[in-house]
């Protein structure tokens, strides 16, 4: 069965991959061509205030240049940039919240929850990208799902440091701005750890019967961001919305509409906010902007 949402979630969209592996620092090969891209870009407006709302992918290969344009231009003209979380300082810190929280407190080993098929599959994959299976016994599926949702893109070539969320705040801390989070990293890590065992056990075994699949899945759903087209992105997401309507109400439904009265709260404030979110928020049915309108708040698309 096909799985983006997921991968939306954890592959490329919310800021936990940079805990679910050690990402080394990569500099951008100076070969590299650099192709101009359009991702899309919303605005909520009052008479004294305005947001915008840009869709992120968490990483790219290098020589893709999008933070020029109107992008960047409603960026500069921001006085506070709004993430889904604001990472810590030390990657270490990050990483030891994640363990705590995926640890098994039932003393469950991790390939016990699987069947014999499942498990073979499973520790053969872990394997396979250089993830030891018996480290993750002791963690709740979920943890092991995240991890096998992005060890392979860094060998597809995506960086970690090329994410749009690393690009926005290096400039942010540069111009001076203001840098915000609509979540704590314990919320963010408690969406996942709050998934029902059935639920966990779901995306682990998903996740790694897409492993075959997932360089040209990705890169799909990476064209798609470029080309600042979210009709495309959301049909690669409709699937999952409707066969695992449990999974995608905790992960992003929910989110979003929490996001929603945020934003429409924010509005009572003026000054210009840029949010930065995983652009699997920003498209489809329950995104952000349906959530706004639900609430009486427009949104328009920013042209180009």
């Not at 096909?2 to 050690?22: N, Y």
């Amino acid at each position: 069965m096909k799985w983006p949402l997921p991968r939306l979630l954890a592959a490329g969209l919310l800021l936990l991959t940079s805990c679910a592996q050690e990402q080394a620092a990569s500099a951008r090969p100076a070969a590299a061509k650099a192709a101009y891209v359009t991702p899309a870009l919303w605005r909520v407006k009052d008479a004294d205030t305005t947001i915008y709302l840009f869709g992120t992918v968490h990483v790219l290969k290098p020589g893709t240049e999008w933070f020029q344009g109107g992008i960047k231009r409603a960026f500069d003209g921001s006085d506070e940039l709004v993430l889904e979380i604001v990472e810590p300082e030390a990657p270490q810190a990050m990483a030891a919240s994640m363990a705590h929280t995926a640890l098994a407190r039932d003393g469950v080993k991790l390939s016990d929850r699987l069947g014999a098929e499942e498990r073979g599959k499973y520790q053969a994959a872990m394997v396979a990208n250089g993830l030891p299976w018996q480290i993750f016994e002791a963690f709740n599926p979920w943890m092991a799902g995240m991890a096998l949702s992005v060890q392979p893109l860094e060998k597809l070539g995506y960086k970690a440091d090329l994410g749009a969320e690393k690009t926005l705040t290096a400039a942010a801390k540069a111009a001076g701005k203001k840098i915000g989070a609509l979540e704590t990293v314990e919320q963010q890590l408690g969406y996942f750890a709050g998934l029902p065992m059935e639920s966990q056990v779901k995306f682990l075994n998903a996740t790694v019967d897409g492993l075959p699949e997932m360089d040209a899945e990705f890169a799909r759903l990476i064209a798609h961001w470029k080309e600042g087209d979210p009709e495309k992105l959301a049909a690669e997401m409709n699937e999952s919305l409707e066969t695992t309507p449990e999974l995608a109400q905790v992960l992003l439904i929910q989110r979003n509409a929490n996001w929603a009265k945020w934003i429409k709260g924010r509005l009572a404030q003026p000054g210009t906010v840029f949010i930065a979110v995983g652009a699997g928020h920003l498209a489809g049915r329950g995104s952000v902007q349906d959530q706004l309108k639900a609430l009486g708040v427009a949104s328009a698309r920013v042209a180009e």
